[in-house]
């Protein structure tokens, strides 16, 4: 009924023909479909609204016909519309099985000489957009080949704004997954990233922040830190965030501050990172901020970051604390002559003595394990089994602190908690063996001896 309707439905058509001729005319309805969304909001409408199948038209017509057939031209469609509708319905693209089509293309598209560059800005923007709606994206990236495409993009283009910064995107996207990152880290991204985000330079601000978001994704990988760690990026990432402090006097890249610190808090994680951060007078800068910081609200996520990493990094010791490092010392009543104890309290003044095993090859089972991606992954991620949920455990167990028979010696001074107090026959001088009264509404009252 709809100029839309009608043209979705002649590509249709054309989907179903092998004729030679059907090259034409599919480029045609197209360009008239593209036409439409950007210049009629109801056709925008239309083509969104929840009965409508303009979206699996395309979808089966991008998976159908080759990239250089009349691809580019619907997915500016598929651009236009997620960019103006705010992405609403990405998770329909997602659902209809967008995100596979969408890799494949992408494979097409990087397999000539050169890429077409436009047609690669549009397919990225578009995985970074519905990326996050698709929780297997990282996996089926991997399985379509998709990761070291985006990667060689970049290092192809590191002076290309347009086209590196959706490629950067994307590569944010592909490393929240584990083994992704690791992957990534081996094809030399984190030196790739370290390239982009220093030195100091206002300039591409926004590219700043992407690849600072893309860098501290990628450092969660313990291998990714590790070798970021043993090609000096420790001190570097220190010297970016002091850069920064000191010449955003008005603070307005407090994001890029905090990224780079989420960059640190990644690499931190591991003991290297963290035994790093000190030896790079870590502490001493990242205080030093922190208190030029507290006078401005603004820049408290600034401060809270670097209290984390501050408090994170800080040498651990056991109490009592045999050292200068406490203000208190309690001695123990008994140091033996040898042992762990004696030990521990021979040790100098800035060791840490609590032994750190936290990350001593773990790396190892993320680059060989078997990726069972499912949608209840997130939920087991956070369960902790250190919770105790026996109520019967949970009950604290009363114990005496004296036996059954010393505690008999105070019986006679607690009557009441000993002696079986019954009703006594006056006549008989016997207890009267108590029955209750069915009949009977109030209180019992037992009558006095003056009563009777």
């Not at 009924?1 to 309805?29: C, M, P, W």
């Amino acid at each position: 009924s709809s100029r839309t309707v009608f043209l979705l439905s002649q590509l249709e058509k054309i989907n179903l023909d092998s004729v030679l001729g059907a090259s034409d005319s599919a480029r045609y309805v197209t360009s008239k479909i593209l036409h439409l969304v950007q210049s009629q909001e109801k056709t925008r409408k239309e083509m969104t609204s929840k009965g409508s199948t303009g979206i699996e038209v395309i979808l089966s017509t991008l998976e159908v016909k080759s990239v250089n057939f009349c691809n580019y031209g619907l997915i500016a469609v598929f651009h236009f519309i997620i960019m103006n509708c705010g992405g609403r319905r990405a998770s329909v693209i997602v659902t209809k099985g967008g995100t596979q089509i969408l890799l494949q293309l992408l494979l097409t598209a990087s397999k000539e000489s050169p890429p077409n560059e436009e047609l690669m800005v549009l397919l990225h923007t578009l995985l970074a957009k519905i990326g996050p709606k698709d929780k297997k994206i990282g996996m089926k990236a991997r399985i379509n080949g998709a990761l070291n495409i985006s990667l060689n993009l970049v290092k192809q283009n590191l002076h290309n704004l347009r086209l590196i910064l959706p490629c950067l995107q994307v590569l944010r996207v592909y490393s929240t997954n584990s083994v992704n990152a690791v992957s990534l880290g081996k094809n030399g991204v984190v030196e790739l990233l370290f390239k982009i985000i220093g030195p100091f330079s206002k300039k591409n601000t926004s590219l700043m922040k992407v690849a600072l978001d893309t860098l501290a994704a990628l450092l969660k990988s313990k291998t990714n830190a590790r070798r970021a760690v043993d090609r000096g990026y420790v001190q570097v990432l220190l010297t970016i965030y002091v850069d920064w402090h000191g010449h955003d006097s008005r603070h307005r890249y407090m994001l890029i501050r905090k990224g780079v610190l989420q960059c640190i808090k990644s690499i931190t994680n591991i003991k290297l990172g963290r035994k790093a951060f000190i030896d790079a007078s870590g502490m001493k800068i990242l205080y030093n901020t922190s208190q030029e910081c507290l006078a401005v609200r603004a820049l408290d996520p600034l401060v809270n970051t670097s209290s984390l990493i501050m408090r994170k990094c800080f040498p651990k010791n056991r109490l009592p604390l045999p050292t200068i490092k406490s203000a208190f010392h309690f001695q123990l009543p008994v140091i033996p002559a040898s042992g762990p104890v004696a030990q521990l309290y021979n040790l100098p003044p800035d060791v840490d003595d609590v032994v750190d095993e936290s990350d001593d090859n773990d790396d190892a089972e993320t680059e060989s394990e078997i990726e069972t991606e499912n949608d209840d992954d997130k939920d087991q991620r956070f369960k902790n089994d250190d919770i105790e949920t026996d109520i019967n455990k949970l009950k604290p167990r009363q114990e005496l602190g004296r036996s059954i028979e010393e505690l008999k010696m105070y019986e006679q001074f607690f009557p009441e908690l000993s002696e079986n107090f019954q009703e006594w026959d006056l006549v008989s001088k016997e207890p009267k063996p108590f029955v209750p009264d069915a009949n009977l509404s109030g209180p019992i009252v037992v009558p006095t001896a003056s009563e009777e």
